[in-house]
């Protein structure tokens, strides 16, 4: 049987022995898809903030999305909506980033602290010029992650906010002895510090952060970095602003200037289709053709080309791999739907935006070596959310149920999975048709979590697990007829997953048909 590498970019996806998917393409008349998973060792551990979340005062996110107030007649804790945290309990949410983004360097976090009513108000300049009121601030911040019991990743303001700033922000959350800032949040209401593990040092300084140089952020960064004390008690991760895209000029640099003294850096990487990055042409979310869908696909696979980019800087400047590559922003970006306030991105989310999540999360799964945070964007009413609300109304995308679906892989070991796949052509473009990630648990439960990416063509795989054998199969799906199956609020569950019942377990082999444009868990015991 012929079979040829995918090259579709400039790196090539192929088994190496290391922790990654290996994907080869059939070429010529369609065959079954293989697909065979070393079950007999683990590689490295999918940490659970692969499954991480982002927060920003941009649009409804924060406000209406979690804020309601607590005067609100929509059922609320202390102010923050009950639904909303109630449907994100279940995806088992790692970490939440907060609180921006662009906003992250005008941030002022002593405007959000003490008596609502006596917060000073501010202009969010980047989103919309709408004024903020900070009627979320730090303590309602940390309240819900309480209730959500993830971690937090403050993002610190480096752009527009001073050394001293940021070092009063640590103490007043995270020292618990006797101090001006540490007294000053007990007056607030708060004695015991929170336990703050994430700190970024900016955000997308190379942009709406500053517009600084790689080198001169480099610096920067040391200096800031530094007033991020670890109190007693206290060890913070400390984060550096990582490249746009395809940057690697950036991470060169900072790796050469920070290297080790920062823990991790964050990559950002937002996908669209055919459309140009310019307001209103980045495509629709909802009214698209298979083109814009394969283009949707192939910009989302790229994500393991600027991994592997990545990778390569780091080890050679980090062999023993101390600083961690994060994600921190990624995900779908597209027009503003129609009617809604400028500057809000607000869109909404299809089976399209679904299968491109799945591939994003095996990509990271996948790369769970060296990716080890990954924070989509955003959580709610924002670009890629897993939850829209229209006042009291809210509904959960596509995409919140790829994250429930997936959520098993928190903290199992991924194991090694060779792939060879009919391509999934369009014009003179080839991609492979199938997408994938295993791991297995503490208990020993093998979960693959597959996405068919072609629109139309059904696909029939045959799954050999080397050294388990598989006793048990079930098996949940997400897909629809049409690309563009979407939630609104009248149908709130037209896309949800069903259960899955095509496959058949035979002498210890797996023989599944995948819909198209689908995306499969599979669990084996
Ligand atoms: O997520 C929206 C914006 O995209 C963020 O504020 C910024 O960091 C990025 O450019």
């Known amino acids: 049987m012929k079979m040829v590498r995918w090259a579709v970019f400039a790196s090539i ?34 940490e659970p903030e692969i499954y991480g979340h982002f927060a920003e005062h941009l649009g409804r996110c924060v406000y209406e999305g979690f804020w309601v107030g607590e005067d609100s007649a929509i059922p609320n804790v202390r102010g923050i909506r009950t639904d909303v945290v109630e449907a994100l309990k279940k995806l088992n949410i790692p970490v939440l980033r907060w609180p921006g983004g662009c906003f992250a360097d005008e941030y002022h976090w002593k405007d959000g602290i003490g008596p609502r009513d006596k917060r000073p108000k501010m202009v969010n300049t980047h989103w919309g010029m709408v004024t903020e009121t900070n ?6 911040f940390l309240d819900l992650c309480e209730m959500l019991g993830c971690e937090a990743y ?7 906010g001073t050394v001293e700033e940021l070092q009063d922000w ?11 800032m540490a007294n000053l949040r007990r007056t607030n209401g708060r004695e015991k510090p929170w336990k703050i593990k994430y700190v970024g040092v900016g955000n997308e300084n190379w942009g709406c952060g500053g517009n600084m140089t790689p080198e001169y952020y480099s610096d920067v960064y040391k200096r800031y970095a530094t007033y991020v004390r670890n109190y007693p008690g206290s060890r913070i991760t400390r984060v550096a602003c990582g490249p746009n895209g395809e940057d690697m000029k950036w991470a060169e640099s900072i790796m050469k200037n920070i290297g080790t003294r920062m823990d991790a850096y964050g990559q950002h990487y937002y996908v669209r289709g055919l459309g140009s990055w310019d307001q209103g042409k980045k495509g629709s979310a909802t009214n698209f053709d298979e083109r814009e869908w394969f283009a ?10 600027l991994i592997r980019e990545n990778k390569k800087i780091m080890d050679r400047y980090d062999p023993r791999g101390r600083v961690d590559l994060y994600i921190d922003e990624y995900g779908t970006w597209w027009d503003e739907e129609p009617g809604t306030k400028g500057g809000f991105l607000y869109q909404q989310n ?12 095996n990509t990271f799964n996948n790369h769970s070596d060296r990716v080890k945070m990954c924070n989509i964007a955003q959580i709610n009413n924002v670009l890629q959310a897993m939850i829209l609300t229209d006042k009291e109304k809210m509904l959960l995308t596509p995409t919140y ?21 009919n391509g999934y052509q369009s014009g003179n473009d080839t991609l492979p048709s199938l997408n994938v990630s295993a791991s297995k648990n503490k208990a020993g439960v093998i979960h693959i979590t597959l996405a068919n990416l072609d629109p139309t063509v059904p696909a029939e795989l045959t799954c ?8 048990s199969v079930r098996g949940r799906v997400l897909t629809d007829e049409k690309m563009n199956a979407h939630n609104t609020f009248e149908k709130p569950d037209a896309v949800k997953p069903a259960e899955f019942k095509a496959f058949e377990l035979k002498d210890g082999t797996l023989h599944a048909t995948l819909p198209s444009k689908s995306v499969v868990l599979l669990t084996i015991e």
């Open 464 to 471: 050999e697990l080397k050294g388990v054998t598989a006793k």
């Open 135 to 140: 009627a979320f601030g730090t303590h309602e």
């Open 350 to 361: 299809t089976l399209r935006d679904a299968v491109s999540a799945a591939i994003y999360l």
């Open 170 to 180: 640590i103490e007043y959350m995270t020292f618990d002895g006797d101090s001006e």
């Open 154 to 160: 403050i993002a610190g303001n480096v752009g527009s």
């Open 401 to 421: 149920h790829v994250f429930e679906l997936f959520k098993v892989h928190q903290g199992a070991a991924l194991l090694v999975s060779e792939l060879a796949c």
């Open 13 to 46: 996806i192929a088994g190496v022995g290391v922790a990654m998917a290996g994907t080869t393409i059939y070429s010529g008349s369609e065959k079954v898809n293989t697909l065979v998973i070393d079950a007999s060792r683990g590689t490295s551990t999918i």
């Open 296 to 305: 949707l696909m192939k910009n989302t696979l790229h994500v393991d080309n």
